[in-house]
């Protein structure tokens, strides 16, 4: 696609729920990062593939989060137990470049509300 | 711990005004440093910094780092209601992912 698309823009759900959201980066970047930003602050790094594999999930909360990447595309971010601290706009990003400090192009993010 | 600052948090300005927005960053085997401009969701991206002392410039907007000092500006010249936005700074130490500040909150009233 021209960008990178995530869906769905908003998810509301309850407390102990279980999400998932989706992130398609641009076609070839073999690269894919997960980020969460809470209200006044900066995105903050959940995890980051290299193709299909994790390379650091050191950024993940605690093990209610879990993230694949299947086939090294799309890849989807799973939130088990819900909790209202969830509640954020969580960030997909990708990149073509094997550094991982090559530009890193955003998707327009999910709004996971937590009641 | 990788550490990145930004100031000021937020700032109001005239349009027509010549705005500069800092970051100094504290981490381990620096890489790069980025800077994004934040309007809705999505960041986009401005630059990339690898080299001190080497301005990189893109129409009004321009941005200087300097690895001695640990810091970099984003400079923006005459001022335009649409450089309203949240301007990120992000950076890269070896083989981790971006860390970033918490962002300059910039508002530009007509």
């Known amino acids: 696609g021209a960008g990178v698309s995530q869906t769905p823009s908003n998810k509301v759900t309850e407390k102990g729920k279980y999400v998932e959201l989706r992130c398609d980066p641009i076609?070839?970047?073999?690269?894919l990062y997960w980020y969460r930003q809470s209200l006044g602050q900066g995105p903050e790094f959940l995890i980051y593939?290299?193709?299909?594999?994790?390379?650091?999930d050191s950024g993940l909360p605690n093990d209610r989060f879990f993230a694949v990447r299947p086939e090294g595309s799309v890849s989807t971010l799973k939130i088990q137990r819900t909790e209202r601290g969830d509640s954020a706009v969580y960030l997909c990003?990708?990149?073509?470049?094997?550094?991982?400090?090559?530009?890193?192009?955003f998707g327009p993010g999910t709004r996971l509300t937590v009641l | 711990e990788d550490k990145v600052v930004q100031s000021p948090l937020s700032l109001v300005v005239h349009e027509g005004d010549t705005v500069t927005l800092n970051c100094s960053y504290e981490?381990?085997?620096?890489?790069?440093l980025l800077w994004y401009k934040q309007e809705k969701k999505a960041p986009t991206f401005l630059f990339m910094l690898?080299?001190?002392?080497i301005e990189k410039k893109s129409g009004r907007l321009s941005s200087i780092l300097d690895k001695k000092e640990l810091f970099s500006i984003l400079n923006i010249t005459a001022t335009q209601t649409g450089d309203s936005a949240i301007y990120l700074c992000?950076?890269?130490?070896?083989?981790?992912?971006?860390?970033f500040g918490k962002g300059t909150r910039l508002s530009v009233i007509a």
């Open positions: 992000a950076v890269v130490a070896r083989n981790t992912p971006l860390v």
């Open positions: 690898t080299s001190s002392g």
């Open positions: 990003a990708s990149s073509s470049g094997l550094r991982v400090g090559h530009e890193q192009f």
């Open positions: 076609s070839g970047h073999t690269a």
């Open positions: 593939f290299q193709g299909t594999g994790a390379a650091d």
């Open positions: 981490v381990t085997n620096f890489r790069s």
